[in-house]
């Protein structure tokens, strides 16, 4: 988009839109579910932002106008997480106008994207926001149709890589909790972060996703993956299942009346039509080892592993993590859960030894808690929901922030992996 097609003379009050906009927008796919935050500094052009949003193609887009500005966006990211996209809205000079987007900057994520609307025609202004990594920049006035046509540009580009990012969870070997912390987590991205997730069960013969959510969906992964050819972003959008504001799922029929034996990419156009569709994807792998499981896995952007601390679990974990690590030479390792850590007198290899013949570092170690854990199942609760106070609360919440790369692992002495690794390390025998 060049600086002399930025500047439109359509409607900005709600008026009649012209047949020139009514092509343009028949052209648009619908933007994917991904959360906007606008800062306006006119009714001129707060009003067609919000028109934006009441548009069919943004129907799976979170939109929250705010008015104030650049500043009004600087106080609120101080304490708030930054959105999948900005829109700012600013009637300062060039040189000021960089000046805020710096002080801007110290707050937002690195992943979030910024479109501005100004009002100066220069294209020297507009190099510099581009060179600074501004995803557009817009010329007030503006209509609904440059807005959803701005996001539509930077979310739907069919030449772009799938904008989702994939997490697979599985575990090292069966009731080690993985499905449980995947729904936690998801729903601590979703939460925190206020991005749209979406959670996969793949286990569809005996998956707990529908029952952790309380959800009982008439469908769901099963009609996608035995009609590949019908999936796109509109089928997938059917049958997705609305836990939370910013939580979907794909539930598993969780039924034996069929079996379940799938080709190794069985699940590639669910997965890559999913990544399209929202910012983050949690992957319930069940702990199978099949053609189609293997696949997910390497494909994954990242894969993150549960184990116990016991010696089969340690000896599956070794082989995946080698497995891994073989299939995926330019990726990093996976990372490792500890679960169910301090179960009253059983013996347990302690963290550092668990972890040493795997050269990876525990990314958390979770404490054995089964009140929290039983009630939050029983009720179809997540454990923020049950206690959101509990120190296993907040290490849920620590690796939703590594996982989205707001943070590295620490090892804190304080509640969460410090005093549990040293409580578990005390336990060891």
């Not at 887009?61 to 996209?85: D, R, W």
């Not at 539930?251 to 699940?267: C, G, H, I, M």
Request: proline share 7%.
């Amino acid at each position: 988009m060049t600086m002399s097609n930025l500047a439109y003379d359509a409607p900005v009050d709600g008026g009649d839109t012209s047949q020139q906009d009514i092509a343009a927008m028949q052209a648009l796919r619908p933007v994917p579910r991904i959360s906007i935050q606008a800062f306006c500094e006119t009714e001129g052009v707060a009003s067609p932002v919000r028109l934006a949003g009441d548009d069919r193609r943004m129907a799976k887009a979170h939109l929250k106008v705010h008015m104030g500005g650049i500043a009004t966006a600087i106080e609120f990211y101080q304490s708030a997480p930054t959105p999948n996209l900005i829109l700012l809205e600013s009637r300062s000079e060039p040189k000021q106008l960089l000046e805020q987007l710096a002080q801007l900057s110290e707050y937002c994520d690195p992943s979030s994207k910024v479109v501005v609307i100004g009002h100066y025609n220069d294209v020297g202004l507009y190099r510099e926001l581009i060179r600074s990594g501004i995803s557009e920049y817009v010329i007030a006035p503006v209509s609904m149709t440059d807005i959803v046509s701005v996001v539509s540009s930077i979310f739907v580009d069919p030449e772009a890589e799938p904008i989702g990012r994939s997490i697979a969870f599985i575990g090292a070997k069966g009731g080690v909790g993985s499905s449980t912390i995947a729904h936690n987590v998801a729903w601590a991205m979703s939460s925190l972060f206020k991005s749209e997730v979406v959670v996969a069960d793949l286990d569809l013969a005996f998956g707990t996703a529908n029952i952790n959510f309380d959800q009982d969906p008439a469908q769901g992964i099963a009609e996608a993956v035995f009609s590949p050819e019908r999936v796109d972003e509109v089928y997938l959008d059917r049958l997705l299942a609305q836990c939370a504001e910013h939580l979907s799922l794909l539930a598993a029929p969780s039924t034996l009346e069929r079996v379940y034996d799938f080709d190794p990419d069985a699940f590639s156009q669910l997965i890559d039509t999913a990544q399209r569709s929202a910012p983050l994807l949690v992957l319930d792998v069940p702990h199978i080892w099949s053609g189609w499981s293997k696949s997910i896995l390497v494909k994954a952007d990242e894969v993150v592993i549960t184990a116990t601390p016991e010696l089969a679990n340690l000896r599956n974990t070794k082989n995946m993590v080698d497995m891994l690590k073989r299939l995926r030479p330019n990726d990093p390792p996976p990372r490792l859960v500890i679960n169910q850590a301090g179960v009253p007198k059983r013996p347990e290899i302690g963290p550092t030894d668990f972890s040493e013949p795997l050269g990876i570092t525990p990314m958390a170690v979770i404490q054995f808690e089964p009140l929290l854990f039983g009630n939050a199942a029983n009720n179809g609760r997540m454990l923020g929901e049950m206690d959101a106070k509990s120190p296993i609360v907040g290490i849920i919440d620590e690796i939703a922030h590594v996982l989205t790369g707001r943070s590295e692992i620490k090892i804190k002495k304080k509640a969460g992996l410090g005093s549990l690794l040293g409580k578990l390390s005390r336990n060891k025998k």
